[in-house]
């Protein structure tokens, strides 16, 4: 049963091999079919998510050994977002991003949204290398900050005083 045990990736330094996984829509990680339920290697795996960049295939890496894994949106997705107030000397008002099967929030790079198909929110995270959907409830909680110019027909984020066009 793929919950009970790693899966043996076919991690490779020469060709580059597909893993056998599969993430979904919604983040779900499958390994060979399976879905995957033991968080701690997918959060473990996700540590290791890459892009090749001669294929432009999503990878995970581990030291010079890597394998690639079929992706059908995005291989992160965002659950939450956290609105934190600007304090005196202190850092200023930000939104934290909770990504699926990562236990540390992320704070979002207010340049990097855009709008995909189906009017779809993404951002870029880990330090930029790799996109991001947000999910519908985080997508409801960032449209709190969202505005839009009537002049321009434009959306932008507000956040500190300043406006973060979209797209």
């Not at 993430?23 to 998510?49: F, K, N, P, T």
């Amino acid at each position: 049963m793929v919950d009970e045990m790693e899966p043996q990736l076919p991690l490779s330094e020469g060709e580059l091999l597909p893993c056998g996984i599969v993430i979904d829509r919604e983040g779900d990680w499958y390994y060979q079919g399976s879905r995957m339920h033991r968080a701690d290697i997918v959060s473990h795996l996700c540590q290791h998510l890459g892009r090749d960049e001669s294929s432009g295939l999503y990878i995970i890496q581990m030291g010079k050994q890597r394998c690639y894994l079929e992706v059908e949106d995005t291989p992160l997705v965002i659950t939450g977002v956290l609105h934190t107030e600007e304090r005196e000397g202190d850092k200023p008002e930000q939104l934290l991003l909770a990504i699926k099967h990562l236990e540390t929030h992320e704070p979002l790079d207010r340049e990097s949204l855009w709008i995909g198909e189906q009017n779809v929110l993404y951002c870029r995270v880990m330090e930029g290398g790799i996109p991001a959907r947000f999910l519908r409830p985080a997508y409801y909680q960032l449209a709190e900050f969202i505005h839009e110019d009537k002049e321009q027909n434009r959306f932008y984020l507000s956040l500190g005083g300043k406006h973060f066009y979209i797209g």
